[in-house]
């Protein structure tokens, strides 16, 4: 018999559905502002409650969750944040990146951001440094949204060697707030490709301007990015170009990274 292989891109030939589930719940406490009953983590994710809360109850006994009592209700555990410290404290991308996005936050005033691309086609941040500006939108280490979105999609794009005819199938998968013609987003990405950087000008959310420059993997690595996040009034077009300068050299320090 041969081993079950798995692949990247789809994921494994026979997902363990125990596995998913207990994944999808610490990913649903994770985003939740408050801790959650049961029932209400069961509706949301499609689960018999009965499974959830055995699934429930593992975690917690894992200390990846905490369950309080009182309330009835489930958050997130400290053992998330053994996790999170082992993988930070191994070197690499997050560690080698941070001092630049603070450097970069504070000379700028943007909020900025590292993201690496996951197994789902969804750029996930890994590291932030955030802006002093009360800006409408909210990052937090571990967000995800669509790889192709915004200046980082832009980048991701340039990376790739897609035809007209995928980039035009993902293109209509995208939400914005303010979608580009396509042919102008070809452009952009054409040029994002020349330059090593992009900029989304209210575009994936009006009034915000997102710059990005990609880091050199090889193949086969994740994609990786650098991101600055700002007001779209806040920055002229000299500004511009320098924060995108400067995100370039970052990106390319940062290429040797492992």
């Known amino acids: 018999m041969m081993p079950e292989t798995t692949n990247l891109q789809t994921g494994p030939a026979r997902p363990v559905t125990a596995v998913s589930r207990a994944i999808g719940i610490l990913r649903y406490l994770g985003r939740s502002q408050t801790p959650l009953g049961v029932n209400r983590i069961a509706r949301d994710l499609d689960l018999i409650p009965s499974t959830a809360l055995h699934i429930l109850r593992t975690l917690a006994h894992e200390d990846l969750v905490v369950f309080d009592p009182g309330s009835k209700r489930y958050s997130l555990g400290t053992g998330i944040l053994g ?144 991101v600055a996040v700002g007001l779209g009034a806040q920055l002229d077009d000299g500004q511009r170009q320098k924060l995108a300068r400067r995100l370039r050299a970052v990106a390319d320090h940062l290429a040797e990274v492992p």
């Open 83 to 226: 996790i999170a410290r082992d993988l930070l404290s191994r070197g690499g991308f997050v560690p080698a990146v941070q001092g630049h996005l603070e450097a970069i936050a504070a000379a700028y005033d943007v909020t900025a951001v590292a993201v690496e691309l996951d197994g789902h086609d969804h750029m996930v941040v890994a590291g932030l440094a955030r802006s002093k500006l009360d800006l409408s939108i909210h990052v937090n280490i571990g967000s995800h949204f669509p790889a192709l979105i915004s200046a980082t999609g832009r980048c991701v794009a340039a990376q790739n060697n897609w035809s007209r005819a995928e980039l035009a199938r993902r293109f209509k998968k995208l939400r914005w707030q303010n979608a580009p013609i396509f042919e102008t987003w070809l452009s952009e990405i054409a040029a994002a490709r020349r330059d090593g950087f992009a900029i989304d000008d209210g575009n994936y959310i009006r009034g915000i301007i997102i710059l990005a420059a990609s880091v050199a993997q090889p193949p086969g690595a994740p994609s990786r990015a650098v």
